[in-house]
């Protein structure tokens, strides 16, 4: 089974977040949401969030994707934790499968990952990052590498994300479900 890893800044967007996580999980994928710290996370618009470990805890476990939520200050927090752009740089050395939407998809730039790369985020978010080959899609694919834009794009992100780690037909079977 396919094993993933969402951390859960303080700041998050929640919509991202949970849309994420429940959607891998009706695909029966195994989801790890992990806080920075042991404390409980305040996501962007109050919403209380109660990860399952904290990232130090995680970091001990193997995962096939990791998937960072935007928002803000989450985006901001997850740029600042030098655990976080290690592991991001780890899994892609590794050929996992790295994973962002909103503004997170800044996090991956500024660790370098998205050079040379096809990516999307959330409208200026990418500015400052020439090497970034900017698309205005709800969500690109560009080999291990998937950016989605917002919390709009949300459900078809985290639908896209059962595809590469499910099948098609996985993903097919989760969006009937959802009666779109």
Known sequence: MPKVLVPLAQGCEEIEAVTVIDILRRAKIEVVS?????????????????????????????FDMIALPGGQPGTNNLKADARILALLKHMSAQGK???????????????????????????????????????????????????????????????????LLAG???????SAGLQR
């Open 97 to 163: 499968y790295v994973a962002a939407i909103c503004a997170a998809p800044s996090v991956l730039a500024t660790a370098g990952l998205l050079d040379g790369k096809q990516a999307t985020g959330f409208p200026g978010s990418l500015d400052g990052f020439a090497q970034v080959q900017q698309q205005h899609a709800a969500v690109v694919v560009d080999g291990k590498f998937i950016t989605s834009r917002g919390p709009g794009t949300a459900l078809d992100f985290a639908l896209t994300l059962v595809e």
């Open 34 to 62: 992990a806080g920075l710290d042991a404390h409980p996370v305040r996501a962007s618009r109050g919403v209380m969030l109660l990860p399952d470990a904290t990232l130090d805890a995680a970091m001990r476990q193997e």
């Open 168 to 174: 098609k037909a996985k993903r097919e079977e989760v």
